[in-house]
């Protein structure tokens, strides 16, 4: 298992879900928590409770989904290791704001590199494996170094060409705000913003509806045609 420098936090034990189940649906919600979030962490914190998290824990998947929450802002942590969503309380992906800049390229960055390296372990041991990234921002990157930005578009590329993962790794980003940031963002990250950028704004209504679309593709039984990033 693989142990974390933030928290501590460790991974489901790939041997003990091999022994529970045949398949698994890997999730990792990256969130911004920059204090620019101010304006609409309330209603972000509530859709994450009563729609995202319910929404997989009534799923008929829901044995098989292990979520990961990473928060950032000038400085990235870790919530967790992957765990069994029916571990999880309702409240796990609650936020506050908290320091003063935006890591956005540097969160992904260990997103896409701690999932990539529990589905190997987990491939390992047999289980067929379906993966999702859903990052959640508001604002450009103003943080990270060229290092992480580097590093994350090597791990697109890779991702990208990687057939075997072709249809089961999925990247989406929700943008709250200005379009034009996200899509300059999503370019410089290596993903493509007409396939994996939606945006909207700030009010309640959108982000519970947003949030019910990003969990019923997290819990769909369906894999991509296509890569969607």
Known sequence: METFQNFNAQNFDPNSLANQT???IMCVVVTDVSPSISNYVDAMNTASRDVFMQELKNSHRKNDILIKNITFCEKVEHKSGFLPILNLQDDYLDVKPQG????????VDEAVSHAVSYREDLEAQGIEVRTTIFIITDGEDNSSSLQSLNSIKAQINALRSNEAWASTFTINMLGVGNEPTFRRACIDMGLNPDKCLSTIGATAKEIRAQMGVVSQSV?????AATVNF
């Open 219 to 223: 819990s769909s039984s369906a894999g």
């Open 22 to 24: 045949s398949t698994a």
């Open 100 to 107: 003063r800049s935006t890591a956005l390229y540097q969160a």
